[in-house]
Nanobody, 119 residues
Framework: VQLVESGGGLVQAGGSLRLSCAASGFTFDGYAIGWFRQAPGKEREGVSCIIPNYNRTYYGDSVKGRFTISSDNAKNTVYLQMNSLKPEDTAVYLC?????????????WGQGTQVTVSS
């Protein structure tokens, strides 16, 4: 089982980025895939989660209305579209797979991709 994030980078405040989480070793449409972020000196924060089979999505309060999670089952990939980015969105973004489809307890994690938002 492997999760690989991509799409991070440096962007100005107000800009957009789209992150990708590519899964291999399992068919993720039977599971939940979550996005998290970790900023230096801060606790890991849940950003969003999707359960593709149930077409359910969840968002953290700090990103609601700005971020959109989606999945492409044919590509075994989950995306996180991030708009209206703020400097406080700067963090390493990680995706994780939850085999219980709960969006609460995750079994596998990717290595992360850095997102930096300049003011």
């Amino acid at each position: 089982v492997q999760l690989v994030e991509s799409g991070g980078g440096l962007v100005q405040a107000g800009g957009s980025l789209r992150l990708s989480c590519a899964a291999s070793g399992f068919t993720f449409d039977g599971y939940a895939i979550g996005w998290f972020r970790q900023a230096p000196g801060k606790e890991r924060e849940g950003v969003s989660c999707i359960i593709p089979n149930y077409n359910r999505t969840y968002y953290g309060d700090s990103v609601k209305g700005r971020f959109t999670i989606s999945s492409d089952n044919a590509k075994n990939t989950v995306y996180l579209q991030m708009n209206s980015l703020k400097p406080e969105d700067t963090a390493v973004y990680l995706c994780a797979a939850d085999f219980r489809r709960s969006c609460r307890s995750y079994d596998y994690w990717g290595q992360g991709t850095q997102v930096t938002v300049s003011s």
